[in-house]
């Protein structure tokens, strides 16, 4: 199959906006070619207001369809699977996954997130162009989540949220909820450079079956036609 017939999957770190995850980008590009899928990651930009980092995807979008991709996918971590999420309400990939994600900006538990994309006062408009639950029509792609109910740091009413606006809008969607496990997971893989890879043993171990979302995730890829 040629470069331009296979699915292409663009990573997107997590980070806060403010920083950009490495353990969030090229491990996860690495697993997806695994999987038979092509794969990068965007550095978007950080540490800058909207429309910067979608602006930085749309560039990025745009490119791999003017080289010949058909099928586009975006995978997206914490603040990376609020811009995954954001990308795929407004149309410019085929699928999403997202990893526990930022999803709206009308509450404060979006903490950081909305600070750094949208500053400290951020307009009503502004957060409704930003919320992506509440940019979800019947068109929205595909998509897969996972979260954990254990996480502090992107509590619950966020994939949730999501979730209930893709029924709503009959939208094909999974939702996984693992019991265990904090935010910024990964590939939920130990390293002995937790400053690389970002989880030690320890970590690893309390996550419990959340290191099952790549299996799952699989699965899912598998059965929306994504993946042999």
Avoid: K
């Avoid at 920083?19 to 930009?45: I, K, M, N, Q």
């Amino acid at each position: 199959m040629s470069a331009a017939a296979r699915p292409h999957v663009i990573v997107l770190p997590g980070g806060g906006y403010a920083s950009l995850a490495e353990h969030e980008g090229e491990p996860v590009a690495a697993w997806l070619r695994t999987l038979g899928l092509d794969a990068s990651v965007l550095a978007y930009p950080v540490g800058t207001r909207h429309p910067g980092p979608i602006d930085a995807f749309r560039m990025r979008a745009a490119a791999l369809r003017a080289e010949g991709v058909a099928r586009l996918g975006v995978l997206g971590f914490s603040a990376g699977g609020h811009l995954a999420g954001h990308a795929a309400a407004l149309g410019l990939v085929d699928l999403a996954v997202l990893c526990y994600p930022v999803v709206t900006m009308t509450t404060a538990t979006s903490g950081g997130s909305r600070h750094q994309l949208l500053g400290p006062a951020p307009t009503a408009e502004a957060i409704a162009s930003t919320s992506v639950e509440q940019l979800v029509t019947r068109a929205m792609p595909p998509t897969f989540i996972w979260h954990t109910a254990a996480d502090e740091t992107v509590p619950l009413e966020h994939p949730y949220l999501l979730g209930q606006a893709l029924a709503r809008h009959g939208v094909p969607h999974a939702l996984h909820v693992y019991p265990r496990g904090r935010h910024g997971l990964g590939l939920v893989r130990a390293s002995d450079e937790v400053g690389v890879d970002g989880l030690g043993a320890d970590d690893v171990a309390e996550a419990g079956i959340a290191h099952n979302w790549t299996r799952d995730c699989a699965e899912w890829l598998r059965e929306v036609g994504w993946i042999d």
